[in-house]
């Protein structure tokens, strides 16, 4: 993502941090939705966070559900049932909203609201799992003259 907003000149290196260099940012191309897509991703992530960071705010519902030690030859499985899960809760999610909607009164204020549900895969991370290429042999520890 960062590379994206790099490319399209929508935020710049300040010393160790980036910074936006304008209020708005356009999209173009035939990636633009996709990338507007992950944005509002992200956004909401963040702003998930900033608002669970507030002191004396009432939390936002953020949860998680992981497995470092899965075996690899689950996965296929495990996407299925994500992915049925997901869409399901989702069906559900959407449906509920909807069904706000049309029960606002004339001039009602709104509000944006949204539930994201996103899978996170960390394929052989270090420690876990089988050995990665500088691991193999007998040769001993990664690094090591032996």
Do not use: C, I, K
Request: positive net charge; charged residues 30%.
């Amino acid at each position: 993502m960062l590379g994206y907003l790099l490319r399209v000149g929508a935020v710049r290196r300040n010393g160790h941090r980036y910074v936006p260099t304008r209020p708005w940012l356009l999209l173009r191309g035939r990636r633009g939705p996709v990338e507007h897509h992950h944005l509002r991703g992200l956004h909401g992530m963040l702003r998930n966070t900033q608002h669970n960071l507030t002191p004396r705010a009432p939390p936002w519902l953020e949860r998680l559900a992981e497995n470092r030690r899965f075996p690899l030859r689950l996965r296929p499985a495990f996407v299925r049932f994500f992915d049925e899960e997901a869409m399901r809760f989702l069906t559900t999610v959407d449906e509920y909203l909807r069904l706000g909607e049309a029960t606002r009164r004339p001039g009602e204020p709104v509000t944006h609201q949204s539930a994201w549900v996103f899978r996170v895969e960390e394929v052989n991370a270090p420690g876990r799992g089988r050995a990665g290429p500088r691991h193999r042999g007998r040769r001993g520890r990664p690094g090591s003259d032996r």
